[in-house]
């Protein structure tokens, strides 16, 4: 579809204020993704890996940790995974709920954001949901990709969560 092809979205500010910082993607960009798995350990247990990034290079796999200022909304993240680098902000950190930032790789934005929920006192139900825009961005990325990097992510923080 060629306006997906020529699809560069909102500017990474309106990309941050309108959008992430309300905990929503951009559903109108060439990429969107969701995956959800159900972790057996309660939701604080979930939390605590998840918003200490610092510690992501332990259990998530390709993933190297450039630089962390603080993982609070306005704190700031440089990572890779594989050759591609991302400078990322957090938009929405609310203990427990939800985890949410906005990131830039070259000319391509994204929004990233992870909803907890608790299934019970023993289990916690972790959505990722993920938009990326920029022009001609389909032509070397494409859904499956983002889906296979989310699915890697999320397997990774239940086996994490999942250790006695």
């Known amino acids: 579809m060629a306006s997906k092809l020529f699809y560069s979205g909102p500017d990474l500010k309106t990309l941050h204020q309108d959008y992430a910082t309300k905990g929503r ?64 902000t957090f938009a929405v950190v609310d203990p427990g709920r939800e985890l949410t930032w906005s990131g830039i790789s070259m000319w391509i934005k994204a929004v990233d954001h992870h909803v907890l929920e608790p299934l019970d006192d023993t289990r916690t139900k972790v959505t990722v949901s993920e938009s990326m825009g920029g022009i001609g961005l389909t032509l070397i990325y494409n859904t499956a990709k983002v889906r296979e990097v989310q699915e890697v992510r999320l397997n990774a923080l239940k086996a994490a969560a999942e250790k006695p």
Do not use: C, M
């Not at 995956?35 to 390709?62: C, E, F, M």
């Open 25 to 88: 993607i951009d559903t109108a960009a060439p990429i969107v993704s969701e995956h959800s798995i159900v972790i057996d350990a309660p939701t604080d247990r979930v939390w605590q890996i998840l918003s200490d990034v610092k510690n992501w290079p332990t259990w998530y796999p390709g993933f190297d940790l450039l630089d962390l200022t603080d993982v609070a909304p306005g704190g700031t993240f440089r990572w890779k995974i594989g050759s591609g680098a991302v400078s990322s």
